[in-house]
């Protein structure tokens, strides 16, 4: 039983790379969330997908963008990586209309250099 | 805007002790409020998840209570061990917006053997 399944663990980038991602869930979730974590600032809200091609920004989207490229798969990409975006990138998901419970990936932790 | 917070920050207690955590929140128009576990360097891990009907909900040695007219829950931990050492996030999820969960900072808990 995986839940929710996020890669890479690991990533470190240079100012101005561009990566994605991923992120899957085998639980039928229709709700998906890309959450980063920062010391202080706790869990912030990137982007969120309500159904399958859906898709709203959160409290900090800028810089992001996402694709629900079906219902189980959710990615997050960062066209041109800024320091600021050194942080911890978890996925979450959830069964909206039942009890919503949330369920979360084990993170990727990103640095940009 | 919804605003949870919890306090304190860090809590210590020696091993056996029963302890509560505390989660306030500004808006009382919530669909749920989850409990969460962190551990170092890993993803959430949900402990309790109450609906905003309940009063309380139980797990082992777990009890997390909810009292949405004064904006506070509490995680109740029985007979601490030093395994319950991590930190202790809640998440509001409200009535609108989708869910749209605001997060607490946390309480990072220390159970001294």
């Known amino acids: 039983n995986a839940g929710v399944t996020q890669t890479p663990k690991f990533q470190v980038l240079k100012t101005g790379q561009s990566m994605t991602l991923q992120c899957a869930q085998d639980m039928n979730h229709n709700s998906m969330y890309w959450y980063r974590q920062d010391p202080g600032m706790g869990l912030r809200l990137i982007y969120y997908?309500?159904?399958?091609?859906?898709?709203d920004k959160g409290e900090v989207p800028n810089g992001y963008n996402v694709s629900r490229l079906n219902k189980r798969e959710f990615s997050l990409r960062l066209e041109s990586a800024a320091p600021s975006q050194t942080s911890v990138y978890f996925c979450a998901s959830a069964r909206i209309a039942t009890n919503e419970k949330l369920f979360f990936g084990s993170g990727t932790q990103l640095s940009v250099l | 805007k919804q605003e949870v917070t919890q306090i304190p920050a860090a809590l210590s207690v020696p091993e056996g002790e029963n302890l509560v955590l505390n989660c306030s929140f500004t808006?009382?128009?919530?669909?749920?409020l989850q409990w969460f576990r962190q551990d170092p360097g890993k993803g959430l891990t949900s402990l309790l998840l109450i609906q905003s009907s309940q009063r309380e909900q139980t797990s082992g040695r777990l009890n997390a209570s909810l009292d949405k007219s004064s904006g506070r829950s509490t995680l109740y931990i029985a007979a601490s061990q030093p395994g319950d050492s991590a930190t202790y996030l809640c998440?509001?999820?409200?009535?609108?917006?989708?869910?749209?969960?605001?997060f607490g900072d946390g309480t990072t808990l220390t159970v001294k053997p």
């Open positions: 998440a509001v999820r409200p009535n609108t917006n989708a869910g749209k969960s605001t």
């Open positions: 997908s309500a159904s399958e091609g859906t898709t």
């Open positions: 808006d009382s128009a919530i669909y749920n």
